[in-house]
């Protein structure tokens, strides 16, 4: 059950990101669940973040618009959010981002959808691939140990483009003035 929160305040979102929670509303009515004003809140702050987003860095941004919100109200969106697909937990960086495979994809996603990311050591961009390969490479060495994949999450560090192109130690300071996550 959904935590009772007052004094809502409209979070207006730039267009392009009231089209992916459109989406998402839509994709949990097709799922028979319900995006609530909260879950929906707490995805829109996830998709507008350019970083992956902790939990009590989402309850501060939350804050502003519900004075009374607690963490359970934000865990249980995000548990909520992460169950539907919606989201992925890094783990790395105990934090979350938004799926843009679940958000964008054309065929309802029913498509064993494995999620893979890059996330840089320097600047803590986190950018989700889509590559079957991998996920089949994934469940094809499973299956051999008797195994069935459900659900895999596959986190890769390294250096993203930009940092590349700098200097090592203005990486650092990228990292410095970077949000904190978790």
């Known amino acids: 059950m959904e935590e009772h929160v007052t004094e809502t305040a409209p979070h207006p979102f730039d267009p392009a990101i009231e089209i992916l929670l459109d989406r ?12 609530t004003d909260i879950r929906r809140l707490v995805l829109g ?8 987003v902790g939990a009590y860095d989402l309850l501060d941004r939350l804050r502003d618009q519900h004075r009374g919100a607690a963490p359970p109200t934000v865990y249980r969106a995000l548990d909520f959010l992460a169950d539907q697909g919606l989201i992925h937990r890094i783990e790395r960086l105990a934090a979350f981002v938004g799926c843009g495979h679940m958000l964008e994809c054309d065929h309802g996603g029913h498509c064993g959808h494995r999620a893979q990311f890059l996330i840089c ?15 089949e490479a994934l469940s094809d060495a499973a299956a051999r140990a008797g195994f069935a994949v459900e ?29 904190r996550v978790g």
């Open 24 to 35: 998402a509303e839509q994709f949990c009515a097709d799922r028979r669940t319900r995006l």
């Open 151 to 179: 659900q895999s999450t596959i986190e890769i560090e390294g250096i993203c483009a930009a940092c590349r192109t700098m200097p090592e130690d203005a990486g650092s300071k990228l990292r410095a003035v970077a949000p």
């Open 121 to 135: 050591k320097r600047c803590g961009a986190t950018q989700e691939l889509e590559d079957r390969r991998i996920g």
């Open 45 to 52: 702050l996830i998709l507008q973040s350019s970083t992956p």
